[in-house]
C-alpha cells in the first residue's frame, strides 16, 4: 500500500548554491501534471486576451485610417475646389482688368468729349459762329469675339496679386475722373445750353422765301416825300401772304399794329438783339410766345406806309438799329 502511494508521488530536489544544503520537496503526480496544465491554461487565456485586444486595437486603427481617408479625400477635394476658385477668380481678374482698362479708355474719350464740348463753347460764346468742330474719336474698338490666339504662358499668384492691385489703381483712377466731371459736366452742360441758346437766338436766317431787296439799309430818298431820309432796315418784296419767318429763336414783345409800320412783330433775341418785322398782311404769334429759328410768324403784306407786298426787316442792337445784311446772308440774292 506504501509503495503504491509512493509511486503516485514525485520529488523535487531545490538546490540553492554548494553552502547550503539541497531541499527535497514530494508532490504528488496529479498535481505535477495539474501544475503545467494550469500554466497551459492560463497562457491560452493570455494569448486569448492579447489576440482579443490586438484586434479591438486593430479595429480601432483600421477606423481611424478609414476616418483620415476620409479626411483626406475631403481635404483633396476642398483643394481641387479652391484650386478652381483660385483659377476662376483668376480669370474673373483678368476679365475685370481688362473691362477696367477698356472703362476707363472710354471715360478719357468722354473727358475728351467734354473738353472739345468747352472748346466749342469757348469759341462761340465770343463768335458765335455755327461751324461746329469735329469730335475726335479713337481709331481702336472693342470687339469681344473669338477670333483670339496666343501661347500658352502660366499666370503666377504675384502676377495676380499685382494685376489686382493695377486694376485697383484703375478704378481709383476712375472715381477720381468721375468725380471730377460730375462737378464740370453740369457747369458744362449749363454753358452748353446757353450757348445753344445764343446760337439758336442769333438772328442768321434769312426771313422770307424772296430774295429780293428793293431798299438797303441806311440813307435813301424817301420814296413818298422824295427827301433824303434814314431807313432803318431792309426791304425784301415778296407775293403778298408770302410767308415770314422768325430769323432766331427768341420771344415775342411786340405783336400789334401802327399806321407807319403796318401789322408788324419784334422778337427778342439773346445778346440784346431784337428783330422788327414789318408791313404784314397777318400776326401769327401773340406777345409773350417763344418762337424757334425758322418758325412761321406771320405772312407778307403791304399795311402801313408801304408802296407794295414787301417785308420790312430791322435788326435793333442795344436799342440801336444796325445793318441786318451781317447777320442774315441770302444766297443768290438780288437787289433791284
Given at each position: 500500500?506504501?509503495?503504491?502511494?509512493?509511486?503516485?508521488?514525485?520529488?523535487?530536489?531545490?538546490?540553492r548554491d554548494a553552502q547550503h544544503s539541497v531541499k527535497q520537496i514530494h508532490l504528488s503526480k496529479p498535481l505535477m501534471m495539474a501544475v503545467p496544465a494550469a500554466a497551459v491554461l492560463s497562457l491560452s487565456g493570455l494569448v486569448l486576451?492579447?489576440?482579443?485586444?490586438?484586434?479591438?486595437?486593430?479595429?480601432?486603427?483600421?477606423?481611424?485610417?478609414?476616418?483620415?481617408?476620409?479626411?483626406?479625400?475631403?481635404?483633396?477635394?476642398?483643394?481641387?475646389?479652391?484650386?478652381?476658385?483660385?483659377?476662376?477668380?483668376?480669370?474673373?481678374?483678368?476679365?475685370?482688368?481688362?473691362?477696367?482698362?477698356?472703362?476707363?479708355?472710354?471715360?478719357?474719350?468722354?473727358?475728351?468729349?467734354?473738353?472739345?464740348?468747352?472748346?466749342?463753347?469757348?469759341?462761340?460764346?465770343?463768335?458765335?459762329?455755327?461751324?461746329?468742330?469735329?469730335?475726335?474719336?479713337?481709331?481702336?474698338?472693342?470687339?469681344?469675339?473669338?477670333?483670339?490666339?496666343?501661347?500658352?504662358?502660366?499666370?503666377?499668384?504675384?502676377?495676380?496679386?499685382?494685376?489686382?492691385?493695377?486694376?485697383?489703381?484703375?478704378?481709383?483712377?476712375?472715381?477720381?475722373?468721375?468725380?471730377?466731371?460730375?462737378?464740370?459736366?453740369?457747369?458744362?452742360?449749363?454753358?452748353?445750353?446757353?450757348?445753344?441758346?445764343?446760337?439758336?437766338?442769333?438772328?442768321?436766317?434769312?426771313?422770307?422765301?424772296?430774295?429780293?431787296?428793293?431798299?438797303?439799309?441806311?440813307?435813301?430818298?424817301?420814296?413818298?416825300?422824295?427827301?433824303?431820309?434814314?431807313?432803318?432796315?431792309?426791304?425784301?418784296?415778296?407775293?403778298?401772304?408770302?410767308?415770314?419767318?422768325?430769323?432766331?429763336?427768341?420771344?415775342?414783345?411786340?405783336?400789334?399794329?401802327?399806321?407807319?409800320?403796318?401789322?408788324?412783330?419784334?422778337?427778342?433775341?439773346?445778346?440784346?438783339?431784337?428783330?422788327?418785322?414789318?408791313?404784314?398782311?397777318?400776326?401769327?404769334?401773340?406777345?409773350?410766345?417763344?418762337?424757334?429759328?425758322?418758325?412761321?410768324?406771320?405772312?407778307?403784306?403791304?399795311?402801313?406806309?408801304?408802296?407794295?407786298?414787301?417785308?420790312?426787316?430791322?435788326?435793333?442792337?442795344?436799342?440801336?438799329?444796325?445793318?441786318?445784311?451781317?447777320?442774315?446772308?441770302?444766297?443768290?440774292?438780288?437787289?433791284?
Amino acid at each position: 500500500m506504501k509503495s503504491a502511494t509512493a509511486n503516485r508521488r514525485m520529488t523535487l530536489l531545490v538546490m540553492r548554491d554548494a553552502q547550503h544544503s539541497v531541499k527535497q520537496i514530494h508532490l504528488s503526480k496529479p498535481l505535477m501534471m495539474a501544475v503545467p496544465a494550469a500554466a497551459v491554461l492560463s497562457l491560452s487565456g493570455l494569448v486569448l486576451a492579447l489576440q482579443a485586444h490586438s484586434s479591438q486595437v486593430i479595429s480601432q486603427l483600421e477606423q481611424k485610417v478609414n476616418i483620415e481617408n476620409t479626411r483626406n479625400l475631403q481635404l483633396q477635394s476642398s483643394v481641387n475646389s479652391r484650386e478652381q476658385s483660385i483659377e476662376r477668380l483668376q480669370n474673373e481678374i483678368i476679365k475685370l482688368s481688362s473691362q477696367a482698362k477698356d472703362m476707363q479708355q472710354k471715360m478719357e474719350h468722354v473727358d475728351e468729349l467734354e473738353q472739345q464740348l468747352q472748346q466749342f463753347i469757348d469759341k462761340h460764346t465770343t463768335s458765335m459762329s455755327t461751324d461746329v468742330s469735329e469730335n475726335k474719336a479713337s481709331s481702336l474698338s472693342w470687339d469681344a469675339s473669338e477670333h483670339v490666339g496666343g501661347e500658352y504662358i502660366a499666370v503666377h499668384e504675384n502676377e495676380m496679386l499685382d494685376l489686382a492691385q493695377e486694376t485697383k489703381d484703375d478704378f481709383q483712377e476712375m472715381q477720381e475722373l468721375l468725380k471730377t466731371m460730375e462737378s464740370q459736366v453740369p457747369h458744362t452742360l449749363k454753358k452748353a445750353q446757353e450757348t445753344q441758346k445764343q446760337i439758336a437766338g442769333n438772328p442768321t436766317l434769312w426771313p422770307t422765301a424772296s430774295k429780293v431787296l428793293t431798299s438797303s439799309f441806311g440813307y435813301r430818298t424817301d420814296p413818298f416825300t422824295g427827301k433824303a431820309a434814314f431807313h432803318a432796315g431792309i426791304d425784301i418784296a415778296g407775293e403778298n401772304g408770302g410767308p415770314v419767318f422768325a430769323a432766331g429763336a427768341g420771344q415775342v414783345v411786340t405783336s400789334e399794329e401802327s399806321g407807319a409800320r403796318g401789322r408788324y412783330i419784334i422778337i427778342e433775341h439773346p445778346g440784346g438783339l431784337q428783330t422788327w418785322y414789318m408791313h404784314l398782311s397777318k400776326i401769327q404769334v401773340n406777345v409773350g410766345d417763344s418762337v424757334d429759328k425758322g418758325e412761321q410768324i406771320g405772312q407778307l403784306g403791304s399795311t402801313g406806309r408801304s408802296t407794295g407786298p414787301h417785308l420790312h426787316f430791322q435788326v435793333v442792337k442795344q436799342n440801336k438799329p444796325v445793318n441786318p445784311l451781317p447777320y442774315i446772308q441770302a444766297a443768290n440774292s438780288e437787289y433791284n
